[in-house]
T-cell receptor, first 112, second 112 residues
Framework: GENVEQHPSTLSVQEGDSAVIKCTYSDSASNYFPWYKQELGKGPQLIIDIRSNVGEKKDQRIAVTLNKTAKHFSLHITETQPEDSAVYFC???????????FGSGTRLLVRP | GAGVSQSPSNKVTEKGKDVELRCDPI?????LYWYRQSLGQGLEFLIYFQGNSAPDKSGLPSDRFSAERTGGSVSTLTIQRTQQEDSAVYLC??????????FGNGTRLTVT
């Protein structure tokens, strides 16, 4: 079955700097890759997703890139703000499946 | 509209007691998932319901865990004879088929 690895487990950046979180997946059939942000005491919230027919997607300060050959996908946050501090999870699944497999999470701290 | 609602938000129980956790999905969502999140860990898949199909119970950790979904809407996760290792946040999510998962804020279960 699918296995998703996520790095780093913790990331501390200065406000205004960029943050990058990387994930790898094992199942070449996976073709849907969402990213979730989880704030303390809340459930994960979808912030951006990418499907395998594109290599990059942007939404304001957030972008996701996908390298299907290498089975890598990454989340990029530019101009970080203190409110970006949270735990971020990557995930993967395929259209033929329904079981979203999550990475272990990255705790992002943005220092004012 | 209303999001995924879970109750109770917190539950403290004694070892050996049974507990029931409730999930109200987003109206019209045919898919419903339960995940477990242990302290500082990622999300572990437990069970999946899709319409009237047989549920995928492959993630349930033991036969003490069971879940049902009545009328294709509300779901209940039941843990019998709770153990301390069952302490975690139990997250419910729903989705329209093939679309992103929407999570509730979870039930924090503490077994003393």
């Amino acid at each position: 079955g699918e296995n998703v690895e996520q790095h780093p487990s913790t990331l501390s950046v200065q406000e205004g700097d960029s943050a990058v979180i990387k994930c790898t997946y094992s199942d070449s059939a996976s073709n849907y890759f969402p990213w979730y942000k989880q704030e303390l005491g809340k459930g994960p919230q979808l912030i951006i997703d990418i499907r395998s027919n594109v290599g990059e997607k942007k939404d304001q300060r957030i972008a996701v890139t996908l390298n299907k050959t290498a089975k890598h996908f990454s989340l990029h946050i530019t101009e970080t703000q203190p409110e970006d501090s949270a735990v971020y999870f990557c995930a993967a699944t395929s259209y033929s499946s329904y079981k979203l497999i999550f990475g272990s999470g990255t705790r992002l701290l943005v220092r004012p | 509209g209303a999001g995924v609602s879970q109750s109770p938000s917190n539950k403290v129980t004694e070892k050996g007691k049974d507990v029931e956790l409730r999930c109200d999905p987003i109206s019209g969502h045919t898919a419903l998932y339960w995940y477990r999140q242990s302290l500082g860990q990622g999300l572990e898949f437990l069970i999946y319901f899709q319409g009237n199909s047989a549920p995928d119970k492959s993630g349930l950790p033991s036969d003490r865990f069971s879940a049902e979904r009545t009328g294709g809407s509300v779901s209940t996760l039941t843990i019998q004879r709770t153990q301390q290792e069952d302490s975690a946040v139990y997250l419910c999510a729903s989705s329209s088929q093939g679309q992103a998962l929407h999570f509730g804020n979870g039930t924090r279960l503490t077994v003393t």
